[in-house]
């Protein structure tokens, strides 16, 4: 299983993605900066699209995957709707900024218990 | 080899001594036990790529200045496309480089830029949050890492791509194809003698049988691409102040 | 490359493929420096011819031909001056970044048949890609710089590059329909032979849109008229305004190399890439596909075909650059907006419909195109591998037979299909 | 022919070599002219008042659309026409030859009709839903006659609609307050109409298959009920329009019931699918039930076959497949296949307005001129007919009869109306529905190729009637013949084109020499009703029920003529204001003049209308048709049986004679008024009242249909007041005191309960909103808390589940 | 954001978005940026300094700040004899020195009610008209360069080294000439010199098609400068702008023919029409483009094509001077000799020079030094409209206004 000797597998890209998938996550849990947890989304998003991409990848597997060409498809559509979210989630920013003169979250809580 | 058993003390390090780990005990031993001709160069830039992006994703969480939390970003993304490349998957890496970190990352840092007054560019976080999120990560990690090894089908090892500098078979027809509604990639005997029979020149009625294409997914994504674009324009959208002096003449 | 080492050399295999990854990156680093040299001489001496002057006269005895290397030594003379209230990491990276950008654009980049970095099968779209983010690194130094005006400058590279993606995407896409491919070099394969097959004249839609492509490339590029991310007049020097000395010369270097680049692109995607107006080669009997003497000699005059046509269009830029003014923000977007991006979008339909209606072309004839095949029979040339598609490709890298079956596939019942 | 002569000089683009691409591009060719016009609705529906001042340009929009079509209908027609050249027997229809020679030279070479599928919608098990294409000769030429006939009329409702380029004040509406109706123009909407009604008989010529035939069927009744209803204020318009529209639901319903019949038993709506079916090639093309018929028909007796062989279905169906001829010669089948034949008649019978259902196409003239020429003379009710002969090849001697007699009945009575009719667009009208009648009959009578070269050159005629019509309403403002007269001297160009019309539905000529286009085709007519006559004496009331229709046409065609053209002016009023017509109108009536004029006509090459409609004829109904078990003893005789000296002379002489007949009784009554006609109408007074009051037959329905259903509805109405009302009254009154004794309950100890637990619900929610704390980031982390916990949980509790995966 | 060059905000409007009426529509709230454009700058003109209050692209207020090429010439004017002056004269506007010259020497003839002889008077209109070519040469070239395209610029600067040519052959010097002075010229024209004036006219008169073709009409060039800028006619009188800016917004002013007689009579016998648009178009007695239809009048494209068909004019000028100059056979006569006594009085006199109307203002309290003397100068009154025509346009179009006023620094600072 060393990636240097051994071909590359599988479970080396689900680790690689479990890591992106984490960073994203506690990128999201800390930083106050909305376009920080935008960025933390995107991470996660790109976690599990590395996931998807070796599910589905030729190489990987010696038996093609269960997933075949749906693996890099659901990655494409990943893509395009992280694109369409990033923008929605960046005029809500913008939106936000202009309400409040900041785009800390932690001061978007108008709607505490 | 990575022994389970050291994922246990690894989650509690944290996301940066694991990722420490699967980058450099992969180099090390691979460096230290493999003679040089039998490096397997497709293993060495998938750690190359690999180690980037873990890197670089790290990098976004502890940055605090937002420019560069988006640098790192573009840099993970980009490493990741290159993964994306190493998997055969050339036509979702280019698309990775493309709207991920061309688009979308523009996009992200024209909303910095808008917002890059002094006492945002780095909102500090407690210290607390920070710790609790690394425990918290730590087990996520633990927890996903313990599902990608827990299926033998996914430890087995791949497949060389051969001396041949990586040539793989091209996806992007299939991939277009699919996207259209045809699967050229799954042949089912019915469907094939049904579509010679018939049809003048064999173009319709190809959706038939086997998997389904993803046509109707296609669609529903360009109208959301469609609503989104409306959508994103509307909320960032020029508004209409009243001017004071409007204000004062309109409570007259 | 890698075949005659191991072949000849006897050299192992591991080591081969080193050697050639290293020279074909070499040769890339290579054309970009020395292009970007060149191409900064020929700047000076065509702005000179252009007013009416004479330009570099004296360095290197004649023509000044000596020029950039001076220029070259006075900027890695320089001090490197950065602002105190920079970020410096980023001030730092952010002309590495630029450089990077172009040159990883020119890995896919086929100069002749097989003379290519690595061939890859999105080839354009990665170029495209790859290009795109070129804008990053001047994004980067806008901000970075602590200035105002650099930070304007990147605010409008950044606005001005996004928007100019769409039609340059859309231009782009019209040769890819055509040719069935986005791999460049089978799309300048398809447009062998007479110049009358290459995709320019090809239809009177993907005539006009080659322009639109052109203009789009300018605006890509940040060359004049579009210059607006460096407009000296309104921001002094734009996103570069603070830096100096060799990070200052990595910008250069790479707008030089995009602008090659770009124009490179266009001769491959709409001017046959590395075929001539007349198929000399052919004429004589002679196969740019094989791998002796006569092949590489084929090849080489191709990458010189290639390479003047590239030229040409950069001369074509310097030409506009030297002559018209530079547009104003809001009408660079206009003219992206309101008449690049509907008249793409109009040629690329008109051109679709037209390769429907008549796949042959204006004139030459060509095979039936992806589109109207069965697509049984899609399904089938997929089947059979690389080779099998289309006209086939001759290629003198070593396929092995591992790297020629496709994935096994499932029928429905599970069991395996047999090739 | 232009068209045609046109498409011959396409020819040698189409060289031989190349005639398979050829034939593989009229898909495309065709496909395109058919979805131009739907583009050209599109646009209008969208952008319509935006285009020019009014929606001028909606015009030219929806003009260029339909001129495109029709010049790429012409160079589909050229594609075909080089890949099946119409060759060979030039003289064959009136200099008779020998008819084995005949028979052996075209009617053995069948041309096979391109079929496919452009895509398909839907598909599970044996339903398949898609939009496919059936182009054989008939197609193209239906689409050249289409298209040219819709381009004309096109041009001519630019200029004829003139008036809606502005505020509109209609006379006809008179509101309560008291004048008349101002409304803004509907210029652009009228061809956004014309443009969706374009495509929607293009859909019904190019269709392959049945369903794809109904959904544009449909589409076409719905395009007739806009534009009858086009000055909907008018309320005689849309009564009209909803009429139309009812009275052809009424005709679709029986073709549903066919649909269901052939899908039913024979699982496909395809039309190659059908044919094939029907009449098998290995069996010579020959008429017999199919086998899904049979086997459905004889439902029974399947069953009781399976049940001998319970538990092994291959042998049943062997078993099955083995009995199904014996079941079959025992007739069993025959009635599904004469079902499904009428049923589908029906919808014709609705759509071409053929008796009973005829009713709706006289009030349709309530549209505008130009609506009437297209849709309702040349092109939609057209659809019924060519539909009859696009699915001839299914159709049994039965259904074909039924067919015949119905096209009979309906071209007498029609006729007849016409007769005494005094507007000017009704004449014309009850003149279509009798030519459908005709039509029809000779379908019905085995002249498939007779029927359809009549449909097309009544196309033309019939169209170039309409619009010279609309020109003198235009000129005249009034539709009333009575008011007219004279109009010959300041309308030479409308009187002239329009004598050529009438010359043409006559079928005026000289006798085996040459005549108008109508001339041809309706001796043919006549000829193939004389051979069935012959053939089948019992059915001889046929063939006088032609020979008659011929005379009344000719009567009433010239009675038109000369009281609209000759004579002196009546209403001076109308005289004072009459004028010709704008160039833009008169230039289609003489396009239209000339086609009509030679139509009919073949060039030296033997190529022509009719050779290329027989050469489109659906295999196996060359020679005849025997059998029929309804109405025993029937034989269907061949078409080309009908080309016989013996019956081919007579048919030209009775046809000559009762149009000349015609002819001269309407210039004695009209011309030269030597006879009154009102003297005629005292002394058949009767019969005068019956057939001004057509036949009664809107009256009849009213009697039959509309009155039983109202008083239905009345006794209904008072059931449900008198009776049913006071029951539920009785027992809301007692509903309502139990709600008064359960109010109580409700309020002190139901009402007690739930305030309780809404209470502790609330205090329970104050405590908990402290959890709520608005913090993003937080949510984040309960939500990883969460996921982490369900996966420890899962893995806990399926542990084995996971490691052995 | 720092201020920067403490420039407190106190000066600036508090929130213009708040009370200006026409800004009503914002979309991301942003804030102001306070940037520095100058003294160090590209374009402009020199060390002038402006402040702009940009909201992203859009400027909304705009101050210049001027003095940074402040010489206390004025001051030195009450030191020095009334010739000896002369030489800071050129140093006002440096880019048409000789007009400049031509100020000083008519105001203070004016005190001294002296007229020069014929031959000077002609030689002065050829001398003074040629600057105007050169000046405009430059003002025109620069606004190329102003607008991103370079070669224009080193177009007209060929054809103004040649003008510097005949200068220098006449005068010694290629920039600071005092050549014409009180009473006269320092020196008649060397032999051969109208031979090579004319030769220049001839060859220049078709390169001004190519600027026309670079410029006038270019797309480009008439999308950046067509309805930029406007300056209305009124608001141009009000602040007191004159020459090409005036005439650039269609007041029909020129000193040539509206000036005192002592300036006027210099032009005695000379035709010329005043290059304004009157009835919606510009005297045409020469081929130009026609005026392109979304120029408003006022604007810079306006502004830019009066300095044009200046160039003509004056071109048509310097020849009919030519023919005068040489038709004269009397001497051009010596400079006047400023002794001791001089008139006392004060006299004030405008001249049109290539920038504006360029006043000269001498008291005399009868000794050979002025008691003082001052300058009225053009492109100070141009420059101070620059603040409304700059109010809610595009960053981009600060340097094309600042250019279509064409201002001279050292004018402005003295």
């Known amino acids: 299983m060393n990636p240097l000797v051994d071909p590359v597998g599988v479970v080396h890209y689900l680790v690689v993605g479990a890591v992106l998938f984490t960073a994203g996550i506690v990128c999201m849990a800390v930083k106050r900066n909305a376009l920080g947890v935008l960025m933390g989304i995107e991470l996660v998003l790109n976690g599990a699209n590395v996931n998807f991409v070796a599910f589905g990848s030729p190489v990987l597997r010696a038996d093609a995957g269960p997933l075949a060409i749906d693996g890099p498809v659901i990655a494409l559509f990943v893509i395009v709707l992280a694109a369409a979210e990033a923008a929605v989630a960046l005029a809500i920013t913008l939106n936000f900024y202009n309400n409040h003169s900041t785009v800390d979250v932690d001061r978007a809580d108008e709607l505490k218990g | ?252 | 490359m890698a075949s005659f080492l191991i072949n000849t050399l006897g050299l192992p295999a591991w080591l081969a493929w080193t050697i050639t990854a290293t020279v074909s990156a070499a040769l890339i680093l290579n054309v970009m420096a020395v292009g970007a040299l060149v191409f900064i001489w020929a700047e000076r001496k065509i702005a000179a011819r252009i007013q009416d002057r004479l330009g570099p006269t004296r360095t290197g005895g004649k023509f000044g031909w000596l020029q950039s290397v001076a220029d070259g030594i006075k900027l890695l003379a320089k001090e490197d001056l950065m602002p105190e209230g920079a970020d410096g990491l980023l001030f730092r990276i952010a002309p590495y970044v630029s450089f990077c950008a172009s040159f990883a654009a020119f890995i896919a980049l086929p100069f002749a048949f097989d003379f290519v970095g690595q061939r890859l099968n999105v080839g354009v779209f990665y170029v495209v890609a790859v290009l795109g983010l070129e804008v990053f690194g001047v994004i980067l130094a806008g901000y970075a710089s602590a200035s105002k005006w650099s930070l304007f400058g990147a605010m409008r590279e950044a606005a001005q590059v996004v928007s100019y993606e769409v039609p340059l995407g859309m231009c782009v896409v019209v040769p890819v329909m055509l040719a069935g491919s986005m791999d460049l070099v089978t799309i300048a394969e398809k447009q062998a032979g007479w110049f009358t097959n290459w995709y320019l004249f090809h239809d009177p839609f993907t005539f006009v849109i080659f322009w639109v492509y052109f203009t789009c490339a300018v605006a890509s590029v940040n060359r004049a008229p579009f210059d607006l991310a460096e407009a000296e007049s309104e921001l002094v020097a734009g996103f570069h305004t603070e830096y100096s000395g060799l990070r200052w010369s990595f910008f250069f270097m790479a707008e030089y190399g995009s602008m090659f680049l770009v124009s490179a692109l266009a001769s491959v995607l709409f001017l046959g890439g590395w075929n001539g107006p007349v198929p000399i080669a052919s004429l004589l009997g002679l196969s740019e596909g094989t791998g002796d003497t006569a092949g590489y000699l084929v090849r080489l005059v191709g990458c010189l075909n290639l390479i003047l046509k590239s030229t040409l269009g950069v001369v074509v830029m310097m030409w506009v650059r030297w002559t018209l003014p530079r547009l104003r923000i809001d009408q660079v977007m206009t003219t992206c907006l309101k008449y690049c991006t509907p008249i793409a979008a109009v040629m690329f339909a008109g051109a679709m419909l037209w390769s429907f209606f008549l796949p042959g072309g204006l004139v030459g004839i060509a095979g039936r195109r992806i589109l109207s095949r069965p697509a049984g029979e899609i399904r089938e040339g997929w089947l059979k591998g690389p080779g099998g598609r289309g006209r086939d490709v001759v290629s003198s890298r070593p396929i092995t037979e591992a790297a020629m079956m496709p994935a096994p596939l499932h029928s429905d019942d599970g069991r395996r299909v047999s090739r | 022919m232009a068209p045609i002569l046109l498409a011959d000089a396409l020819l040698p683009l189409a060289t031989a070599d190349v005639s398979d691409a050829a034939v593989a591009s009229l898909p495309k060719l065709l496909g395109l002219a058919w979805l131009l016009p739907l583009a050209s609705f599109v646009a209008i529906l969208f952008f319509g008042p935006r285009m020019g001042p009014h929606g001028r340009n909606a015009a030219w929009l929806a003009t260029a659309a339909i001129v495109a079509s029709f010049v790429l209908s012409l160079a589909a027609a050229g594609t075909w026409l080089g890949a099946h050249p119409v060759v060979g027997h030039a003289a064959e229809s009136h200099a008779a030859e020998s008819q084995a020679a005949e028979s052996q030279g075209h009617h053995a070479e069948a041309v096979p009709a391109s079929t496919g599928d452009w895509y398909t919608l839907y598909e599970a098990g044996r339903l398949k839903l898609s939009l496919g294409w059936y182009i054989d000769g008939l197609t193209v030429l239906m689409f050249v006659v289409v298209t040219f006939i819709a381009s004309c009329i096109h041009v001519y409702a630019t200029g004829y609609m003139h008036d809606e380029l502005h505020e509109v004040t209609d006379h006809d509406v008179h509101l309560a307050a008291g004048g008349h109706l101002h409304r803004p123009g509907r210029f652009h909407r009228f061809f956004q109409a014309l443009s969706l009604f374009c495509f929607s008989m293009l859909g019904i010529v190019i269709a392959g298959n049945l369903a794809m035939v109904f959904v544009f069927w449909e589409l076409v009744g719905i395009c007739s009920w806009f534009l009858i209803g086009f000055y909907y204020e008018r309320k005689t318009a849309s009564t009209a329009a909803n009429k139309a529209f009812i009275v052809n639901r009424v005709g679709d319903f029986g073709m549903l019931i066919g649909l269901m019949a052939l899908w039913g038993a024979l699982g496909t709506l395809d039309f190659g699918r059908l044919f094939e079916l029907v009449r098998p090639a290995a069996d010579g093309h020959s008429l017999r039930v199919p086998d899904g018929m049979v086997e459905f028909a004889a439902v029974d007796k399947v069953a009781a076959v399976a049940g001998t062989h319970a538990g092994s279905p291959e042998a049943a169906a062997s078993e099955v497949a083995g009995r199904i001829d014996g079941w079959r010669a025992e007739g069993i089948g025959r009635w599904l296949l004469f079902i499904a034949g009428v049923g589908i008649f029906c919808g014709c019978v609705g759509k071409s307005a053929q008796f009973p259902l005829f009713v709706w196409l006289p009030d349709a003239m309530e549209g505008p001129t130009p609506v009437s020429a297209l849709v309702h003379s040349a092109t939609m009710v057209a659809a019924g007919v060519y539909l009859v002969g696009r699915f001839y090849p299914v159709l049994s001697p039965d259904v074909l009869l039924v067919i015949a007699y119905v096209g009979a009945i309906t071209l007498f009575i029609a006729a007849t109306i016409a007769l005494v009719a005094n507007d000017i667009k009704r004449v014309l009208a009850y003149s279509t529905v009798s030519q459908l009648g005709y039509m029809m009959l000779s379908l019905g009578v085995g002249g498939w190729v007779a029927g359809l070269f009549h449909l097309v050159t009544h196309a033309f005629f019939k169209s170039l009637l309409f619009l010279c019509s609309g020109s003198v309403i235009h000129a005249c403002h009034t539709n009333d013949m009575r008011k007219m007269g004279g109009l010959a001297k300041v309308m030479p160009w409308t009187a002239g084109t329009m004598l050529v019309g009438c010359l043409a539905i006559i079928g005026a000529g000289i006798p085996f020499v040459v005549g108008l286009s109508g001339y041809y085709s309706k001796d043919a007519i006549l000829a193939q009703a004389l051979s069935f006559a012959q053939v089948n004496p019992r059915h001889s009331i046929l063939f006088f029920a032609v020979a008659g229709g011929a005379f009344l046409t000719a009567f009433y065609m010239f009675r038109l003529w000369f009281m609209t053209f000759a004579g002196s002016p009546r209403d001076h009023h109308v005289a004072e204001h009459a004028h010709e017509s704008p160039a833009v109108m008169v230039a289609p009536l003489v396009a239209l003049a000339v086609l009509s004029v030679v139509a009919g006509w073949k060039l030296p090459g033997g190529f022509g209308i009719e050779p290329l409609i027989e050469q489109a004829r659906p295999a196996g109904t060359a020679d005849g048709i025997d059998g029929g078990f309804l109405f025993g003893g029937l034989k269907i005789p061949a078409e080309h049986d009908s080309h016989a000296p013996a019956i081919h002379a007579t048919a030209t002489m009775t046809a000559f004679t009762t149009a000349a007949g015609g002819v001269l009784l309407a210039a004695v009554m009209y011309l030269w008024r030597i006879v009154s006609p009102f003297v005629v109408a005292a002394v058949f007074r009767p019969v005068y009242k019956f057939l001004a009051g057509r036949w009664y037959f809107d009256e009849l329905y009213d009697a039959i249909f509309v009155r039983p259903a109202k008083g239905i509805a009345a006794v209904a109405s008072a059931t449900d007041r008198g009776f049913i009302d006071r029951i539920i009254d009785g027992i809301a009154w007692s509903a309502k005191k139990l709600a008064g004794i359960d109010a109580w309950f409700d309020r002190t100890i139901v009402d007690g309960l739930v305030n309780a637990t809404a209470n502790a619900t609330w205090n329970a929610g104050l405590k908990l909103r402290g959890i709520q704390t608005g913090r993003l980031r937080q949510y984040v982390m309960f939500i990883v808390v969460g996921t982490v916990a369900i996966f420890v949980l899962a893995t806990l509790l399926f542990r084995s589940g996971v490691a052995a995966g | 954001m720092d201020e920067p060059g403490g420039i407190s905000r106190g000066s600036l409007l508090e929130d213009p978005r708040l009370d200006d009426q026409r800004i009503i529509e914002f979309d991301v709230r942003t804030d102001e940026m306070l940037v520095n454009m100058g003294p160090q700058h590209p374009s402009t003109h020199g060390v002038l300094r402006l402040v702009l209050r940009t909201d992203g692209e859009i400027v909304s207020e705009v101050e210049p700040h001027i003095g940074y090429l402040h010489r206390c010439a004025e001051k030195i004017g009450e030191n020095l004899t009334h010739r000896q002056w002369i030489p800071y004269t050129d140093r006002m506007d440096y880019l048409a020195a000789m007009n400049m010259n031509l100020g000083w020497a008519l105001a203070v003839e004016k005190l001294m009610r002296h007229r020069v002889s014929e031959r000077a008077r002609h030689l002065r209109v050829l001398i003074a008209e040629l600057g105007r070519i050169s000046s405009h040469l430059v003002g025109m070239g620069a606004y190329g360069l102003d607008l991103g395209t370079f070669s224009p610029f080193l177009y007209a600067f060929r054809e103004r080294e040649k003008i510097l040519d005949l200068f220098e052959e006449a005068c010694g010097a290629r920039l600071t000439y005092s050549y014409i002075t009180v009473g006269g010229l320092t020196a008649d024209l060397p032999p051969g010199w109208l031979l090579k004036c004319e030769q220049f006219l001839d060859q220049f008169e078709p390169v001004i098609q190519e600027y026309h073709a670079l410029l006038t009409t270019n797309a480009i060039f008439v999308k950046r400068t067509a309805g930029i800028g406007v300056l209305p006619r009124e608001m141009a009188i009000d602040y007191g702008c004159s020459g090409p800016v005036l005439r650039g917004s269609g007041v029909d002013q020129d000193m040539r023919r509206d000036g005192e007689s002592i300036y006027t009579a210099m032009y005695d016998g000379y035709a010329f029409e005043v290059a304004v648009m009157k009835n919606g178009h510009y005297p045409r007695d020469h081929a130009y483009p026609p005026v392109p239809s979304d120029a408003v009048l006022g604007d810079c494209w306006h502004r830019f094509f009066v300095r044009m068909l200046e160039v003509v004019q004056s071109m048509d000028l310097v020849r009919q001077a030519i023919d005068r100059y040489s038709a004269c056979k009397e001497p051009l006569g010596e400079p006047l000799k400023l002794t001791e006594k001089m008139p006392a009085g004060d006299a004030y006199l405008e001249t049109e020079c290539p920038k504006g109307q360029m006043g000269f203002y001498v008291v005399s309290d009868g000794t050979a030094i002025p008691w003082r003397a001052r300058a009225r100068s053009s492109s100070f009154s141009n420059l101070s409209v620059l603040s409304e025509l700059c109010r809610g346009c595009l960053i981009a179009d600060v340097p094309a206004i600042v250019g279509s006023l064409d201002i001279v620094m050292g004018e402005i600072d003295r």
């Open chain 2, 1 to 252: 080899m990575m022994p389970s058993t050291l994922l246990g003390p690894a989650s509690l390090l944290g996301p940066t001594s694991l990722l420490g780990f699967v980058a450099g005990g992969g180099t090390a031993c691979g460096f230290a036990m493999v003679p040089l001709a039998a490096v397997n160069w497709h293993g060495l830039f998938f750690l190359a790529f690999a180690v980037v992006a873990c890197v670089m994703a790290v990098a976004v969480v502890l940055a605090d200045n937002v420019v560069r939390m988006a640098f790192y970003l573009v840099l993970s993304l980009g490493a990741t496309a290159g993964l994306f490349f190493l998997a055969g998957a050339e036509f979702v890496g280019a698309m990775q480089l493309m709207i991920y970190v061309g688009g979308t990352l523009v996009l992200l840092v024209f909303g910095v830029m808008l917002t890059a007054q002094a006492p945002f560019v780095s909102i500090k976080t407690a210290t607390g949050d920070r710790v609790l999120a690394g425990i918290v990560a730590a087990s996520l990690l633990a927890v996903l890492l313990q599902a990608a090894f827990s299926v033998h089908a996914w430890r087995e090892p791949g497949r060389f791509p051969g001396d041949t500098g990586g040539v793989v078979e091209p996806m992007s027809t299939p991939l277009g194809m699919a996207l259209v509604g045809v699967r050229v990639d799954d042949p089912s005997p019915g469907l094939a003698q049904e579509n010679g029979g018939g049809n003048g020149d064999g173009s319709g009625g190809a959706a038939a049988g086997g998997r389904s294409g993803y046509l109707l997914p296609f669609e529903i994504v360009s109208v959301h691409l469609l609503v989104v674009l409306v959508g994103a324009a509307y909320l960032a959208r020029a508004k209409r102040r009243r001017s004071s002096r409007e204000l004062s003449e309109a409570a007259r």
